[in-house]
């Protein structure tokens, strides 16, 4: 079983950039996809991100293609999302996410077995 623990949220201006750090507690990411999702108050959960930890295409929503992006610390066991060009959309809280999903559920909720406490992110002037 592998725990994410999310960090790195926060009040940040529109325009400005934010980095969100996942950490695997309890075991590695290895063999595993890590996502990224946020639910904003009012709002179903939305896919934000997601990459295999092996390797391989990342994959974005929609909304967030150009802006926000991926990185890894094997190391550390850590995915990092950066995210840039923020606006008050982006404006939620943000869950990192874990599990075996099929590439054709990769955006899905409920591929993820393990999630995280979440992480509130707040874009505003």
């Known amino acids: 079983q592998v725990q994410p623990v999310e960090s790195g949220g926060g009040l940040v201006q529109p325009g400005r950039s934010l980095r969100l750090s996942c950490a695997a507690s309890g075991n590695s990411f290895g063999g595993y996809a890590v996502a990224w999702f946020r639910q904003a108050p009012g709002k179903e959960r939305e896919f934000v991100a997601a990459?295999?930890?092996?390797?391989?295409?990342?994959y974005y929503g929609d909304s967030v293609k150009g802006r926000f992006s991926l990185s890894k610390d094997a190391t550390s066991n850590t995915l990092f999302l950066q995210m840039n060009s923020l606006g008050p959309e982006d404006t939620g809280v943000y869950y990192c996410?874990?599990?075996?999903?099929?590439?054709?559920?990769?955006?899905?909720?409920?591929?993820?077995?393990?999630w995280g406490q979440g992480t509130q992110v707040t874009v505003s002037s």
């Open positions: 990459r295999r930890w092996s390797g391989g295409t990342p």
């Open positions: 996410a874990v599990g075996r999903p099929i590439t054709s559920t990769i955006a899905t909720v409920g591929a993820y077995y393990y």
